[in-house]
């Protein structure tokens, strides 16, 4: 039970809001980690790979992200606001809910 808790803990302890849209995320590295380790992964594809001169590959390069752009943001989940009702005492994530005294929002 006692490792339950504590996983539990570390769960609710890595909760934060993600800087660009607001909403909760789970946060196992801090925001400069991340960017830490995109500039790293960053240089080294750069080290590693040629830059292509190629203006149709370089096209084709910025179509295929942007699609996966749009398709990225029509998966968007909808947004709810958190609200007490008669569910709330039967509800798992409570002691989180940003509804009640104490929630965090996570």
């Known amino acids: 039970m006692r490792p339950l808790y504590l996983l539990a803990l570390c769960l609710l302890a890595a909760c934060d809001s ?11 590295v801090s925001e400069s980690e991340e960017r830490q380790l995109g500039a790293q992964a960053y240089r080294q594809v750069l080290a590693s790979e040629p830059q292509s001169h190629d203006a149709e590959f370089k096209a084709l390069v910025d179509k295929v992200g942007r699609r996966i752009a749009q398709a990225a943001a029509a998966t968007a989940g909808p947004q709810f606001t958190a609200r007490v009702n008669d569910g709330c005492r039967h509800c798992p994530i409570r002691p989180i809910c940003p509804a009640h005294t104490g929630g965090s929002g996570a």
């Not at 993600?18 to 196992?28: D, E, F």
Request: no cysteine; hydrophobic share 45%; proline share 9%.
């Open 18 to 28: 993600a800087p660009v849209t607001g909403r909760s995320q789970m946060m196992l």
